[in-house]
């Protein structure tokens, strides 16, 4: 086990509603990234909080937005939902955003869009 | 675009054998290049990585071997173990991978047969 863990597991959204998915770190790990993976694909960068603050951001429009909380659990909200959303989403922790450090991932959250 | 390109998409072994799975980057800036293990219900999990000053990094059974004038990368699994079968990713990002922004190649499912 990584010690990252995600919920909710499973979710079916329709079309143009909003969902909150949540991820809590490893303890001490600071910093947190979300990815994106669709059926079949890699994961795709959306972006990275550190202390708090977004310090990276992949090609993802601004209706995807996080939020990182002092005792560094994090939040991936995505509004407007379209089919194309449907994907598992992933959190990883890592220690500071150091070079080359080890991220850790959780198991995902699957969301459907109808 | 895609950035890194991966191949095979799939690739069946027998036990004991080599499994040998190559990517392909463009940006010459990238500086650090992982290969991560992902089971299915599993997030993926970080197998070795390595950075462009080296051209081989061996860790076990896992090898990575690096052309930087080629911009290839690719991996190999020594002794292939049917517990090995999962779908493996390899990765490339710039500074170190601080920015947490990983560009994954769409992976590689490999069976290992007993």
């Known amino acids: 086990e990584t010690g990252v863990t995600q919920s909710p597991t499973h979710l079916i959204k329709t079309r143009g509603q909003q969902v909150t998915l949540r991820c809590s770190s490893q303890?001490?790990?600071?910093?947190v990234s979300w990815y994106q993976q669709a059926l079949g694909q890699g994961p795709q960068f959306i972006f990275q909080y550190y202390r708090e603050e977004e310090n990276g951001r992949g090609n993802f429009p601004p209706r995807f937005s996080g939020l990182q909380f002092p005792n560094y659990s994090s939040e991936l909200n995505v509004n407007a939902l379209e089919l194309d959303d449907s994907a598992l989403y992933l959190c990883?922790?890592?220690?500071?955003?150091?070079?080359?450090?080890?991220?850790?991932f959780g198991e995902g959250s699957r969301l459907t869009v109808l | 675009q895609q950035q890194v390109k991966q191949s095979p998409q799939s690739l069946i072994v027998q036990k004991g054998g080599i499994s040998i799975i190559n990517c392909a980057y463009e940006?010459?800036?990238?500086?650090?290049f992982p290969w991560y293990q992902q089971f299915p219900g599993k997030g993926p999990a970080l197998l070795i990585a390595?950075?462009?000053?080296?051209s081989e990094k061996k860790e076990g059974r896992f090898t990575i071997s690096f052309n930087k004038s080629a911009k290839q990368f690719s991996l190999h699994i020594m002794d292939s173990q049917p517990g090995d079968s999962a779908t493996y990713f390899c990765?490339?990002?710039?500074?170190?991978?601080?920015?947490?922004?990983?560009?994954f190649g769409k992976g590689t499912k490999l069976s290992v047969k007993p």
């Open positions: 390595i950075r462009p000053d080296v």
């Open positions: 990765a490339a990002s710039r500074d170190g991978g601080s920015q947490g922004n990983l560009i």
């Open positions: 940006n010459t800036a990238f500086d650090y």
């Open positions: 303890s001490g790990h600071n910093t």
């Open positions: 990883a922790s890592r220690l500071g955003a150091s070079v080359g450090g080890e991220l850790f």
